[in-house]
């Protein structure tokens, strides 16, 4: 069982779409992620929250805009996405004890741009 | 910057059989953690094993092992038994000690697509 849940599982939305997309997690964990992730590459991180604190931008446009409300719970919202979003978005959490500690994945979004 | 080179895209075993992934890596720090994950086409990233770069032992989890040669910035898996549940895209990543928590970042190799041959 996945104990990082995302939802939803797959999403296809318009340009014009607004829409978010949600991650959960119950381990404790106070560092959250988001990735994207093309077919067949690895993933490439978006966003670090730590302890509910942005910590980490890698330069995303701002159609991407993530949120976390609190410890457990990790959103992205989108607006006015192109074709080329269209990708896997993997949510993570990791914990605080030890760098040793991995990070730990969720199933992903499948997001479909039309 | 620290890269992290696999060089197999593509790899098949039969069943039963031992493969061997390899993965180097480039850095100037002489700590750091190394991991392997697997992504089926279910598409979750699992933790395989992981190994600290301070250790000179190789780690094992069962099935899986490790050959760490720190020197050679080489951390290649090894699947003994292989099993048609280990088909995959398994990826190398890379992290860094010097990382202050919730700046970490996991550098990711390319990856390589295991197929499993019955």
């Known amino acids: ?114 | 910057a620290q890269t992290v080179t696999q060089s197999q895209p593509e790899m098949s075993v039969q069943e039963a059989e031992t493969v061997t992934l390899s993965c180097t890596y480039d850095t100037s720090e002489s700590d750091y953690y190394l991991f392997w994950y697997k992504q089926p086409p279910s598409r979750q990233m699992i933790l395989v094993i992981r190994q600290e770069a301070y250790k000179q032992q190789n780690a094992t989890e069962n099935r899986f092992s490790v050959n760490f040669q720190k020197a050679a910035k080489s951390f290649s898996l090894k699947i003994s038994d292989s099993q048609l549940g280990d088909a995959a895209m398994y990826f190398c990543a890379y992290r860094s000690p010097d990382s202050n928590f919730g700046n970490e970042k996991l550098t990711f190799g390319t990856g390589t697509r295991l197929t499993i041959i019955p």
């Not at chain 1, 995303?60 to 409300?69: H, K, T």
């Not at chain 1, 719970?73 to 993570?92: G, I, K, R, T, V």
């Open chain 1, 1 to 114: 069982d996945t104990e990082v849940t995302q939802t939803p599982k797959h999403l296809v939305m318009g340009m014009t779409n607004k829409k978010s997309l949600k991650c959960e997690q119950h381990m404790g964990h106070r560092a959250m992620y988001w990735y994207k992730q093309k077919a067949k590459k690895p993933p490439e991180l978006m966003f670090v929250y730590s302890y509910e604190k942005l910590s980490i931008n890698e330069s995303v446009p701002s159609r991407f805009s993530p949120e976390c409300p609190n410890s457990s719970l990790l959103n992205l919202h989108l607006h006015a996405l192109q074709p080329e979003d269209s990708a896997l978005y993997l949510c993570a959490s990791s914990h605080p004890s030890s760098l040793r500690e991995p990070q730990h994945f969720g199933d992903g979004t499948r997001l479909s741009i039309l």
